[in-house]
């Protein structure tokens, strides 16, 4: 069937692609695909010909030359006489580490925000109203500057020196100061990668118990355990090759030697803050959205599970907070793009993220703003559109299909 403004069968004209609906849209979206390929050939040619005017070139042999510069914290071999290209690896790494830092700690924060925030409990409801009112209205630059002063309010290291310090470790092995804080870090020894199997195994079989628990609840109306189970499997099978493999798992406790501790892994001071700031701020965000979701569920749910016997812990593992997850994903992948595009805040702190070291550094020193700033927009789009895809893959496959 065709509509008034098709003509009949027949040979093809021209006229078709303007007057015929089934070829008018693709009409419009080539003329649309055609006029932006040319504004944009023009927009290059014109930045080429300033660039050339100006005796200047697009080039990226910066990249292999010597930096020149240090950097406070790298989780790679670094040193000044490294290339700009290992410093902005540098730099990208630490977007990422304060990046998936802030994202599970703001969802931690956020999801236990939320929930509390619809306890009946007065003072509880109240106090997480107020983290979330006083979080999310102040911008984030703010709170990375004061979480970033209280940061350096902590002892410094010469305060846990002598027979009667000032300052003492926590259980010998943690150290706060004002210079970042110091935790054990891992030796690994032969054996060590036969633990760390075992471990993500342990892992796997946690995620099948569950769903295996939940399928007999939905089929069967089988209530299985799922805490203790979870975490016998999470502890045993580990623990036990720990001792089988001999102990390969060592730890590196920091000590004080000097003016500063060595050892163990060093947190720095622009990292923590940068990290608590972004964590709390995007948390009071995540608590507004799951509060939302929760309160989406139809209450007749929560009374019908609770007369089936189910207790209120029961009731929200079981029965709202799946229904309100399918509500809160959307929402929560714009908070994760925040974090890690609010993570360009870090040179507020000093913190070497790739903004403060290729967008920064780098570029003061080459004078290759248009490379850098391309590379910048380069990284943060292909990041962007990474977690971006990787939650909605997620989210269509929490949602609710038809059958």
Known sequence: MTSMTDPQQGSFRLSMLINDTRYRSYTFQFIALLALIVAMAFLGMNLVSNLAAQGLNISYTFLGQTSGYDINQAMIEYSSQS?????????????????????????????????????????????MAAYVEAFRNVPVLIWILIIGTIVTLLPAPNAFRGDN??????????????????????VWGPGSLVVVATFLLSLVAIYGYRRYAV??????????????????????????????????????????????????????????????????????????????????????????????GLRPGRVMNLVVLPQALR?????????????????????????????????????????????????????????????????????????????
């Not at 000032?166 to 804080?181: C, K, P, S, V, Y």
């Open 165 to 186: 310090p000032d300052a003492e470790m926590l259980f010998g092995a943690f150290a706060a100061t004002n210079r970042g804080i110091y935790i054990p870090a891992p």
């Open 327 to 403: 509500i809160i994903i959307p929402p929560l992948i714009s908070q994760y793009l925040n974090i890690t595009k609010n993570s360009s805040l870090a040179i507020a702190v000093g913190y070497a993220d790739i903004t403060a070291t290729l967008g920064g550094i780098t570029l003061n020193q080459t004078g290759r703003a248009i490379e850098c700033v391309l590379i910048l927009m380069l990284f943060y789009l292909t990041i962007s559109l990474s977690i971006s895809a990787i939650m909605n893959a997620y989210n269509s496959r929490v949602t609710l299909k038809e059958r």
């Open 215 to 308: 399928k007999q609840l939905y089929d069967h109306g089988r209530l299985l355990p799922t805490l203790w189970p979870s975490l016998a499997l999470f502890f045993l099978p580990t623990l036990l090759m720990f001792f089988v493999m001999g102990r390969p798992i060592g730890l590196d406790y920091p000590s004080l030697q000097g003016f500063n501790f060595q050892g163990g892994i060093q947190m720095q001071r622009p990292l923590i803050a940068l990290w608590l700031a972004l964590s709390i701020y995007t948390g009071a965000f995540i608590a507004e959205n799951v509060r939302a979701g929760i309160q989406a569920v139809n209450s007749g749910q929560t009374e019908a599970a609770a007369s089936l």
């Open 83 to 127: 290339t700009h290209f290992e410093a902005a690896i540098v730099g990208i790494l630490n977007t990422l580490l304060v990046a998936v830092l802030g994202c599970i700690t703001a969802t931690l924060l956020g999801v236990t925000a939320g929930v509390l925030r619809l306890s009946p409990n007065w003072l509880v409801a109240k106090l």
